[in-house]
């Protein structure tokens, strides 16, 4: 019996020390944001940086960038997850460990390899003009959200019998653009929905593309003002922590949601 | 895969499956996407690491990479790489211990998976921000811990823009990201093997070294494989917390890629190749241990 007790002692000890190593620096953040007026504690530093142009133009940007990046995503990762599962099961380790390659392979080798490839004196020259280098930010970006959103499709199709919603189809003469749009689309847009959260808070504050491809994104303007005021950062980690909460927050919905509407026990 | 059953039908797609070598078509956009994005782009920085300006093969900038400065970035990055994943496997461990095994109220768990999920994410620049607001020098803690205790963490000789500061702030992912992980493995302990092992005389700790850990060790290994790539390819909260004070590899390579600052391109490529060699070390690890431990975890 003691022994018990002193396990469930322990467990609350490691716990009392992750809360507190967790809510400090949130904690802290959230305080210090609130300190630009001497004296007294107020929102000055939110609505410097709400008010900031730059702020607006940068965050507005990084906002199409995701949406972007994740109907990207969607069109290149639902048709490869659902033809490798009907037709190519044998190419499926191949594509699981393409998807895989962007966890392998930090970030900023990939980006300098876009630089080294795609600059003005190459055959494809898209870093030369805004336009080429935000459609390669857009491909970084759905390089970067591959793992989780394959990972997310992938499992979504696992749930769905497809050879035989794929022949049902076929049977009333859809074509398999009409497959794809009308059954395969809807059975996982839960799944879709979780993975573009995912892709949406990971690249909304994104650094390192966008600082080496010189782009005005979100992610190197909070490090400008990060090397220049005091307070503004924090009042930016705080927004930042808010729409990381969010994206996560609705992820976790999606899925419950998911789990109340499907069958399970036929898995 | 029923081949029989499908009525004839005009489309590209279905018009290849008879002879069903086309069907590999199917996947030929994600195939010529990852090789114009993912892969050539890859090859091509490894493919410049063996090359001098002149296009010819050389081992002389992998050579070069074994100079001072350099194996000194990527002992200070591999350090903190190896810290932040051990503290993250230890602290995390403890905590997701807590949560199965530790006789916590069944209500604790969800919000730490649903905060875990927030914070493994929350990296970047604003972690580094979140950071300096706590532990900088008029951060809260560092202001309450002198107001408060008088202890001055600065007069310590404690730095948030110096290893342990680099480390500590890692933490804020390495941990959840541990946690993440490593419950589902420690559900997977069954209570059958405790009460077995009791039945046969173990007491706790005899069960824990001699069942569990022996079970638990791959993904233990294999976790801190991952976490270890983790916080080593980690650029922007490293860079936004100690902008380039703190000459870790992805910094360097930072640097370099923006203005050449080793004013030799080749040693760049050389560089991120090392990276690549690094980050694909402990990956193989991961995945092989992830293998391994999948054989307990699933039945």
């Known amino acids: 019996m003691s022994f018990w007790r002193s396990n469930r002692f322990w467990a609350w000890v490691a716990l009392a020390f992750g809360v507190?190593?967790?809510?400090?620096?949130?904690?802290?953040?959230?305080?210090?944001?609130?300190?630009?007026?001497?004296?007294?504690?107020?929102?000055?530093?939110?609505?410097?940086?709400?008010?900031?142009?730059?702020?607006?133009?940068?965050?507005?940007?990084?906002?199409?960038?995701a949406l972007l990046t994740i109907v990207m995503g969607v069109l290149l990762v639902v048709p490869t997850a659902y033809w490798v599962r009907l037709k190519l099961p044998r190419w499926r380790p191949v594509v699981e460990f393409i998807?895989?390659?962007?966890?392998?392979?930090?970030?900023?080798?990939?980006?300098?390899?876009y630089i080294r490839m795609y600059n003005t004196s190459s055959v494809l020259p898209l870093t030369g003009s805004a336009f080429g280098t935000d459609i390669l930010m857009v491909c970084g970006y759905t390089v970067l959200a591959l793992p989780y959103m394959y990972r997310a499709v992938d499992t979504g199709l696992r749930t769905l019998d497809i050879t035989t919603l794929t022949e049902a189809a076929e049977s009333l003469g859809a074509g398999k653009v009409t497959i794809?749009?009308?059954?395969?689309?809807?059975?996982?847009?839960?799944?879709?929905?979780?993975?573009?959260?995912?892709?949406?808070?990971i690249v909304i504050g994104e650094f390192v593309f966008a600082a080496l491809l010189n782009r005005p994104a979100f992610g190197p303007f909070m490090q400008l003002i990060g090397a220049n005021r005091a307070y503004e950062p924090a009042a930016l980690a705080v927004i930042?922590?808010?729409?990381?909460?969010?994206?996560?927050?609705?992820?976790?919905?999606?899925?419950?949601?998911?789990?109340?509407?499907q069958v399970k026990q036929f898995r | 895969m029923s081949a029989s059953s499908e009525p004839i039908n005009n489309t590209l797609f279905t018009a290849s499956k008879p002879s069903r070598s086309f069907a590999w078509l199917g996947i030929l956009p994600f195939l010529i996407f990852a090789l114009l994005f993912l892969i050539l782009p890859t090859l091509n920085i490894v493919i410049g690491a063996f090359q001098n300006p002149a296009g010819q093969f050389t081992l002389e900038n992998i050579q070069k990479l074994f100079q001072e400065s350099i194996l000194a970035s990527y002992w200070?990055?591999?350090?903190?790489?190896?810290?932040?994943?051990?503290?993250?496997?230890?602290?995390?461990?403890?905590?997701?211990?807590?949560?199965?095994?530790?006789?916590?109220?069944?209500?604790?768990?969800?919000?730490?998976?649903?905060?875990?999920g927030v914070a493994s994410n929350f990296a970047g620049v604003p972690l580094a921000f979140a950071f300096l607001a706590t532990l900088g020098r008029l951060g809260l803690v560092t202001v309450l811990l002198r107001d408060w205790f008088g202890i001055n963490i600065y007069a310590y000789g404690f730095n948030i823009l110096s290893f342990w500061g680099l480390t500590l702030t890692y933490l804020f992912f390495q941990i959840p990201l541990m946690i993440l992980i490593i419950t589902p493995a420690l559900d997977g302990l069954k209570r059958e093997w405790r009460e077995a092992a009791a039945i046969l005389g173990a007491n706790g700790f005899q069960y824990w070294t001699m069942v569990a850990?022996?079970?638990?060790?791959?993904?233990?290994?294999?976790?801190?494989?991952?976490?270890?790539?983790n916080a080593f390819g980690a650029v922007a909260t490293a860079y936004a917390l100690t902008g380039s004070s703190l000459s870790i590899v992805p910094i360097v390579l930072f640097a370099q890629i923006r203005g050449d600052v080793l004013q030799d391109p080749h040693l760049g490529y050389a560089l991120a190749f090392g990276m690549i060699v690094v980050t694909i070390i402990a990956n193989t690890i991961y995945l092989w241990m992830r293998a391994r431990s999948e054989r307990w975890v699933k039945s």
């Open chain 2, 76 to 116: 200070i990055s591999i350090k903190i790489s190896v810290a932040s994943a051990l503290l993250g496997c230890l602290i995390g461990f403890a905590i997701a211990a807590a949560i199965v095994l530790g006789g916590l109220p069944a209500w604790v768990r969800s919000p730490i998976m649903t905060f875990s």
């Open chain 1, 20 to 65: 507190l190593y967790f809510a400090l620096p949130l904690i802290g953040t959230f305080e210090f944001s609130l300190r630009m007026k001497r004296g007294e504690y107020s929102f000055e530093a939110y609505r410097v940086i709400l008010g900031d142009p730059r702020f607006q133009a940068t965050f507005m940007y990084s906002v199409m960038m």
């Open chain 2, 213 to 229: 850990l022996p079970i638990l060790w791959p993904a233990l290994l294999g976790t801190f494989a991952l976490l270890f790539a």
């Open chain 1, 180 to 201: 794809l749009a009308k059954i395969i689309l809807p059975n996982v847009l839960v799944a879709i929905l979780s993975g573009a959260f995912l892709t949406f808070a």
């Open chain 1, 240 to 261: 930042a922590f808010s729409i990381t909460w969010l994206c996560m927050g609705l992820m976790q919905l999606v899925t419950r949601l998911q789990k109340h509407t």
């Open chain 1, 99 to 113: 998807t895989l390659l962007p966890l392998i392979i930090p970030a900023i080798v990939i980006v300098f390899g």
